[in-house]
């Protein structure tokens, strides 16, 4: 086994998610995610927790949602109660095919998605952490080799967390401090209000709220949007590629969309229900370890100087007395890295890739 | 995906597990089982059944208990919650190495074991059966090409059961109504009581209280267990190989044992707890589609004209004012084709391999 398993999984466990002797930890493995599965259990046995694994198979899902014809039980209560009393989750993220489940009805997993709003919630509850192992489909999906992505991924995972926590501080300060943001870009202008929210500099633990390694952004939770958005990084969601995706918002809600890949995807994420037309999360990403777009959102929206905003659920460590609520939380990224500025209250602070306090 | 997988899982789901519309089923997906473990969950989608994959991975679990060294916390109530309100488990084997776990100490495996007795409890008080898929490591195990063992497996589990049970059902009155067994052979001469137990017509169905796919077994519980039996049919048995095992017993309790090879995988067993010295069961193979060694028990004790006993818990539906209690149960082969006999109460059953109603 290659140490940066080993080095991830301690990472995980130790620095991101606060592992301590007696806690009971759900591991949720991918298809792909057997090693870092394995040792994220020795981790875990050395520290003295409760280990149960969960299986994430989209092919299993796949079956499921397609087979399953009438309506979907309402978060059924055997595994509400398991996500109810874990201590933590690790979402152990290793597709095998990132299309494998792109052939399931938007409908469909509209209404799972919605069955499972309180095992969701459940979740979200606890010490949760979503990491990504490479495997060879998220390397094909990067148009990297599975030896370069394999660096890709480690060097953006295996961080100075401690170090880059305290530069993202800058930005935490500047976003609590702020009551205005402007996206000013190619397709886009867009204004949104962060007054009395609370910035998350999400330094991949879940002692900073932040609950994906690698991490390295700082995100709140906007509201009143206005304006038009361009999201230029090229996605892909639940399974299906989407380019070019333009938001038009009006009082907060999106009143028009358009993409020229992907629309009908867009179009039903809109349609799961009325906080998937709002906006959850506004983020800013900081981690320089990611240098390319790799077509997996983990990675690409903590890509150092661009720009993500998220439909539907807002973290509540933004919004203590309750934000935007929905069955979605779907980022796209706009690359503000060329001729792009984000604004705080009329204050450039990052423009053509760089913080102010880089250039 | 071959059609056979897909039969196996309506099999699975309708025949043995009786699986309905709105059923919490948890579904163990092994490590080698994928494809059977989506043949399983579109089969459970198509009934409207509800699905948690957990992930039954030797090479985690060896990881995890390797890597912790001190006391395991009784039963985690978030294991628990899960298990006590599940109206199923579907277990799918499907090994990668049947050796993946040999090198875990014994008795770091055993007090994992006596860790987790009520979540083993919960998990029986389910509608729960095990079953296997066919993995290039299990068809090694067999002494199989790939191809081979497939066909082995699928003629084993793709029967006409309800013919099976029937003439099942001639064993299970002769067990019912008999009140001793004698088990005669070369380094066998065995006696047992059985007066007052209730045999298990075990036809790969919960609605027979059987709960292997495939079964095909007559089984119950003995007691006051008195002379020598010898198995001669070699075992893998917690990753390790066992050969030509001798028990002898003196008032229901193990007194002495040997092991041409494996003798300290026994030694280990039997010291678990009390329980471990004294039978939870004795069943008679009935399956004429098994007509071979392959290594593993699932199909081994069920094969036709077999003899197999089990140290460890009985199962309830043999003695419901509760039976042998222990934290394992671990079954062992006597294969009584040549030279062997069964007799209840005096009387042939079974000699060389042939039941009563086939000479």
């Known amino acids: 086994m290659d140490d940066r398993v080993r080095e991830h999984a301690d990472v995980l466990v130790d620095w991101s998610a606060r592992i301590e002797a007696g806690d009971d930890v759900i591991v949720q493995v991918d298809e792909g995610a057997h090693d870092l599965g394995v040792a994220v259990a020795a981790a875990l046995g050395e520290r003295g927790a409760n280990l149960l694994a ?14 399953h014809d009438g309506d979907f039980d309402a ?11 874990a201590d933590s989750v690790l979402s152990l993220g290793g597709s095998r095919n990132t299309a494998a489940a792109s052939d399931v009805p938007g409908d469909r997993r509209q209404s799972y998605r919605r069955a499972r709003t309180e095992i969701r919630a459940a979740r979200m509850d606890t010490d949760w952490v979503s990491t990504q192992h490479p495997t060879r489909a998220m390397a094909q999906q990067a148009g990297l080799s599975s030896e370069a992505y394999r660096d890709f991924v480690y060097d953006a995972t295996l961080r100075d967390w401690e170090s880059l926590a305290e530069e993202m501080d800058q930005l935490k300060t500047l976003l609590d401090e702020g009551r205005e943001v402007h996206l000013l870009g190619e397709g886009t202008d867009l204004t949104m209000s962060i007054a009395d929210r609370v910035a998350v ?6 002692a900073y709220d932040s609950h994906n390694l690698p991490s390295g952004e700082v995100f709140t939770a906007p509201t009143a949007t206005e304006g038009t958005v361009t999201f230029d990084v090229p996605m892909t969601v639940d399974g299906t590629r989407v380019r070019d995706v333009r938001l038009v918002f009006e009082d907060g809600e999106v009143v028009d969309y358009s993409a020229a890949q992907g629309e009908s995807t867009i179009g039903e994420l809109l349609a799961t229900d009325a906080g998937a037309r709002r906006l959850g999360e506004l983020g800013i990403g900081m981690n320089r370890g ?61 423009e053509d890739g760089r913080f102010r306090w880089e250039r």
Request: charged share 30%.
């Open 201 to 206: 500099n999400s330094a991949a633990s879940v």
């Open 290 to 350: 990611i240098d390319r777009i790799t077509d997996n959102i983990l990675f690409d929206e903590k890509m150092g100087g661009t720009v993500h905003l998220a439909l539907g659920r807002a973290y509540d460590a933004c919004v203590p007395d309750g934000g935007n609520d929905s069955a979605i939380h779907v980022d796209l990224i706009t690359d503000l890295r060329e001729d792009g500025r984000l604004l705080i209250d009329g204050e450039t602070v990052l």
């Open 54 to 67: 969960t299986y994430g198979s989209d092919e299993m899902t796949r079956a499921y949602l397609r087979a």
């Open 75 to 85: 978060d059924p209560e055997f595994e509400r109660a398991l996500y109810e009393r």
